[in-house]
Structures are given as C-alpha cells and as structure tokens.
C-alpha cells in the first residue's frame, strides 16, 4: 500500500500490520539532492497521512499548494486530496509517512475522533515541528517489522501521541510564505471558461496598476454583474477577493526579499501602507513585520536579506593608536639618556 517507487529509487517500504489495523501506510524514504520536478499528482485514499522530515530541506505538493519543509517539518494529506511527492530536494532528506483509518482507530483509542475533527479545520498542511518525532516514527517502523503483539499498545501509544502533536503544531502554525513558483501556479486560472481565463489574466499582469473590474468586464463585452457571477461560479471566489489574494501572495513574496512595507503598498497596488496593514489583519490576523518574524522562526534564513541591511558593527579602530604609545614613550626616554 505505500506508493513510494515513483518517489524516489531509495525508499524502505513496510506494509500496514495486520495487527494493526488502523495503520494502513507505513514508510520510510531518502531523497538525494534533485531540481525541481514535479511528480504525478495522486488522489489519497480515505485515510489520513502524515509525514515527517527528519533530516534536509525540501518542496512539496500538497492540498493544492506548494509548501518548503525542513528538517523537523510534518506535512498531512487530508482523505481523498491531492498530493505528489517530493517535488524538489534541496538538501538530501530522510522522510517517515503513516497512514491512519481514522475510524479504526477511534475504536481502539477512544477520543482520537475529536483530533481528526480538529485536524480536518487547518488552513495548511505543513508546518514546523518544535521538537525531535524522528524516535517516535522511528519505533513504529521497528515495531511493526517484528509484529509483536505483546508490544501492540506501546505501538499505539506512539501512534497517538504523533496524532496529538500533528494537531497542536498544525493549529500554532501562523501563515505560510508563498513561494515564487505556487504563486505563479495560483495566478493562471484555469476555469475552462474563455472569458474567466482572459479576466484572470488581465487582473494579474501588473499588481501595481490593477485595473478596475468594470474596465476589464468592459473590455471582455460583458456587464461586471455578469464577470462577478461567471468568476464566482468558475473560481469559486469574486473578482475582488482574487484581487486581493494576489496581492496577499506579492506582498509576502517582497517581504522575504527584505523590501520596505511602502515600497510593497505601491508594488501591489495600494496607495498607503495602511491598506496593505487592513489586508494583512484580515487574512493573517497580524501586521506584515510580525508576519516576517514568524516566518525567521519557522523557515531559517528567511529573514537573511532584512537582517542584511542592519548597520555592521564597526571595527574597533582606536586600538592601533593605543598600541602606538608606549613605543612613542620609549623614544622619548631613550633621548632624555
């Protein structure tokens, strides 16, 4: 049951124990260094998978994003969404995965259907860890090799208590960057409707200048009433909440580069920083510079480029001089001689 092989020619594979009935998936990969390549989007089945990334960095394709991992990262698969494998190894990474029957296991350990119910409301599906699971993931992966039932509820104990974390980690976690390549997958909508696409298309090419959506519905030949309700209906949100998405994304893309929050107002269309601070309150529940502190926390080096631009310490020059003077005072006593 673990699909691994397209992954990556160096992966450990250990069905689910029978014995273990809960658990459907259980894996263990290592991915040497590649370019980016994305890898065949599958469907998961109607379990939930967790992974974690016990050594390396990396970019992986998940529930419809792109999201950057490093080592200590979790990264869940909903039942039924899409996923891929790793997409572009950065560092070489060492991965465990579980698949687990939320319903079996809720029979087992009463009160883990409350974690999944909590588990289903996360906005993202990756997100830091803030301690060592490698021992954890790791003893299920012995423990189900040797299948002795005598050690079945250590087994899962473990099992639960990875659970648990998932849930907490996964509900701290704030907001994601966006990196350069999801935001230009998430600017190319691709409704299969004509007028849509070309709408999409004409609001996403130039952040700093974004036309009004009557101009565009004009241009297109259509009312703004009737481009609100086909985007509505092919995209799933109004033409002015993709609008702000778009600048959400740009914003926090110019952000990690070390750009200054008036210089992104303008880059993204908005006349004050102001502006930019109400959208950044309403989608993240923060300001921009408290945004960019969590992510110097969660993705190291992120920050790099800002901290770039703090003064340097400077050299402490009044040393020389200091070393200059007794030889000064030497010379002076050698004439008085």
């Not at 997100?127 to 299948?147: I, K, N, S």
């Not at 110019?254 to 950044?280: P, Q, Y």
């Not at 309403?282 to 969660?298: I, K, T």
């Amino acid at each position: 049951m673990v699909d691994f092989a397209a992954c990556t020619p160096k992966i450990k594979r250990t069905a689910g124990s029978s014995f273990l009935p809960e658990l459907t998936v259980l894996g263990k990969g290592t991915y040497q260094p590649r370019k980016p390549q994305r890898q065949g989007v599958r469907h998961n089945g109607e379990f939930w998978r967790i992974g974690y990334l016990s050594m390396g960095r990396a970019e992986w394709y998940g529930a419809e994003r792109m999201y950057p991992l490093a080592t200590g990262w979790l990264f869940v698969v909903p039942p039924g969404a899409e996923f891929s494998g790793i997409d572009h190894v950065i560092d070489r990474c060492e991965t465990f995965w579980i698949g687990i029957d939320g319903q079996r296991l809720d029979k087992l350990l009463p009160g883990s259907e409350a974690l999944f119910k909590r588990l289903a409301k996360l906005d993202q599906h990756a997100f830091p860890g803030d301690h060592d699971l490698t021992p954890y993931f790791a003893r299920l992966d012995d423990e189900v090799r040797l299948q002795d039932r005598s050690r079945e509820s250590q087994i899962r104990a473990a099992l639960s208590y990875i659970l648990a974390e998932t849930v907490r980690l996964g509900e701290a976690a704030p907001p994601l960057a966006v990196t350069s390549r999801e935001r230009k997958l998430a600017n190319t909508v691709k409704s299969g409707i004509p007028l849509v696409d070309k709408a999409a298309k004409r609001i996403a090419k130039d952040l700093s200048q974004i036309p009004y959506i009557e101009t565009v519905a004009m241009e297109l030949g259509v009312t703004r009433v009737h481009l609100h309700r086909l985007f509505k209906q092919h995209v799933g949100i109004s033409p002015m909440a993709y609008i702000q998405q778009l600048r959400l994304d740009r914003a926090r893309e110019l952000l990690l580069k070390g750009d200054h929050v008036s210089d992104i107002s303008l880059a993204v269309g908005f006349a004050t920083t102001g502006e930019l601070r109400r959208l950044f309150k309403q989608a993240l529940g923060c300001q921009p510079e408290q945004w960019l502190l969590s992510q110097a926390r969660m993705w190291p080096g992120s920050g790099e480029k800002q901290a770039a631009k703090k003064p340097a310490a400077k050299k402490p020059a009044a040393k020389k001089p200091a070393a200059k003077k007794p030889a000064a005072k030497k010379k002076t006593a050698a004439k008085k001689k």
